[in-house]
Each structure stands twice: as structure tokens, then as C-alpha cells.
């Protein structure tokens, strides 16, 4: 069993940058990935980015790339989102999620993913 807890999120300019966190509690292992997804209201819920707990390998949404940047620290169990040059239509609820088993072929798929974090809310303002 894995909890995953989320932070970071908040209300700011376009333009701006913020920095989610996702802390991670309970075993994991090499095969594990993470990933961060939002929804935003009357939406689906998105992939956004992923990485290999094991190898560092990261994929981005199109939209995102450039100005995303998933990471994560071993030490700490925790993943991060750094988001530069945010836009009104990057606003939405922000999901930390992990994979026990990741695959490349899955990885942007939701229902895939076996743990959530409970969301925390991103609002760019324009």
C-alpha cells in the first residue's frame, strides 16, 4: 500500500511559477512509476508527466513540455512538479499518482495508475 500526499499548489499570475511536491509513504519499488494528472471543471481528468521511480525516465503532455519539469528524490520518497511559465488553461486540480507497474504503454492512462494523492487545486490567473 502506498499513500501519496500532495502540496504545493495555490493562485498565481500567468507567467509565474509554482512547485508541487508528492510525498510518497509505504513500499515501492524499482518497477514503480509516478505521475502527476489534473482536471480542470467539466473535464477529464489528464496526463500531465510521468517518470520511472527506478531509471529517471520522463515523459510530458505536449502542452507542458518546456515548461514542466517532473523529478523526484529517492532520499525522501517524494516527487516534484515544477511549473514555469504557467497559462490560465494550465488552472485545474492537480493529482500525484503512482504505478506499481509501469510500462511506457500505459503510463498516460488514469485508471492504470493504483494510488492517488487527494488533489491540490493550481488557479492561473490571466
Known amino acids: 500500500q502506498v499513500q501519496l500526499v500532495e502540496s504545493g499548489g495555490g493562485l498565481v499570475q500567468a507567467g509565474g511559477s509554482l512547485r508541487l511536491s508528492c510525498a510518497a509513504s509505504?513500499?515501492?519499488?524499482?518497477?514503480?512509476?509516478m505521475g502527476w494528472f489534473r482536471q480542470a471543471p467539466g473535464k477529464e481528468r489528464e496526463f500531465v508527466a510521468t517518470?520511472?521511480?527506478?531509471?529517471?525516465?520522463?515523459y510530458y503532455t505536449d502542452s507542458v513540455k518546456g515548461r514542466f519539469t517532473i523529478s523526484r528524490d529517492k532520499a525522501t520518497n517524494t516527487v516534484y512538479l515544477q511549473m514555469n511559465s504557467l497559462k490560465p488553461e494550465d488552472t485545474a486540480v492537480y493529482y500525484c499518482?503512482?504505478?506499481?507497474?509501469?510500462?511506457?504503454?500505459?503510463?498516460?492512462?488514469?485508471?492504470?495508475?493504483?494510488?492517488w494523492g487527494q488533489g491540490t487545486q493550481v488557479t492561473v490567473s490571466s
Open positions: 509505504g513500499r515501492t519499488d524499482s518497477n514503480y512509476g
Open positions: 499518482a503512482a504505478e506499481r507497474r509501469w510500462s511506457i504503454f500505459t503510463m498516460m492512462a488514469p485508471n492504470k495508475y493504483d494510488y
Open positions: 517518470i520511472k521511480w527506478s531509471t529517471d525516465i520522463t
